[in-house]
């Protein structure tokens, strides 16, 4: 007995305390990335098209899980993309949620020039036919849940005849106020081409990984075989903005690709104003908005 106390007593080499630091340290860092990437993350909100929803300088807990979390798409800080896959969700995305994901790219890019989170509130799902009449957003002909902190910032609203070269699809008849109707693509959905229609889907074709071209003879080619209608890939959702004259959102640049989905976030743990750099400490602490913290996200 005398003996084991001994060597119990014994001083541990320093080799072998560098050796347990590091084992140690690794499990805290792979337990971290694990939670980070399946099952919970952080979110800074850089811009106001969701106030008053979220604010900008919101710091959002983000539920990866219930959707499926995921390994990560890029190397941390730059726009390298990874191959990665999603486990299985507990839930799919709902009319009404406000979700993060991946940003899809602007109207006409095929890949987004940055790889970049946003955050919208999810207005309609795979199949669903949307519009917007006189700021009214219409679901399959009801009117859509008014959001408890949507606004607008002109009473201004913007004639059904009015058509906004910047709206999505290219060539639609469309403006922020008066949108659509337009159809929420679904997985197996047949959608017919014709020289008229073909600079709206060119980009949608092209993102979903096939060539689409248009000749002289106002033939269409989906990778290099002529034809009429083009059967979509994936399904898809319709993203909104709660503070509507603020955001750049799908009535801009189009539908959000399922597989694009990385969470919902489900409350603020942090907020102050983004404008003061971080520098600057004397004014950055002050603006902390403590009655934002603790605040649910709906």
């Known amino acids: 007995m005398a003996q084991e106390e001994k060597k119990s007593d014994a001083p541990v080499p320093f080799a072998q305390k560098v050796k347990d630091f590091f084992r140690e340290a690794a499990i805290v860092i ?47 800080f730059t726009d390298v993309r990874l191959p990665w896959f999603r486990l299985p969700a507990f839930k799919s995305v709902h009319r009404g949620d406000v979700i993060v994901f991946e940003f899809p790219g602007y109207r006409e890019e095929v890949h987004p020039e940055a790889f970049t989170y946003y955050l919208k509130r999810c207005m309609a799902i795979a199949g669903d036919t949307l519009q917007v009449v006189n700021r009214v957003v219409y679901v399959n002909g009801q009117r859509a849940p008014i959001p408890r902190n949507m606004k607008f910032n002109s009473s201004r609203i913007l004639p059904p005849e009015y058509s906004d070269e910047r709206i999505f699809p290219p060539t639609s008849p469309f403006n922020e106020d008066n949108y659509g109707p337009i159809v929420i693509p679904k997985k197996g959905m047949r959608i017919e081409l014709s020289p008229a229609t073909f600079k709206m889907w060119e980009t949608f074709i092209l993102r979903e990984g096939h060539t689409a071209a248009l ?28 503070n509507r004259d603020n955001s750049l959102d799908g009535r801009f640049w189009g539908f959000i690709p399922e597989d694009n989905i990385v969470g919902t976030p489900m409350i603020v743990y942090w907020s102050w104003d983004s404008d003061i750099s971080i520098f600057n400490i004397f004014q950055k602490i002050p603006s902390v908005r403590l009655g934002r913290l603790g605040t649910l996200i709906r």
């Open 215 to 242: 000749d002289d003879g106002g033939k269409i080619f989906i990778d290099g075989k002529p034809s009429a209608t083009y059967v979509v890939q994936r399904n898809y959702l319709f993203g909104m903005g709660d």
């Open 30 to 76: 792979v337990g971290f990335l694990l939670l980070n990437n399946f099952v919970i993350a952080s979110f800074m909100v850089p811009t106001g098209s969701m106030e008053n929803e979220v604010m900008t300088g919101d710091f959002l807990m983000v539920n990866k899980f219930i959707y499926g979390g995921c390994s990560p798409r890029n190397i941390p």
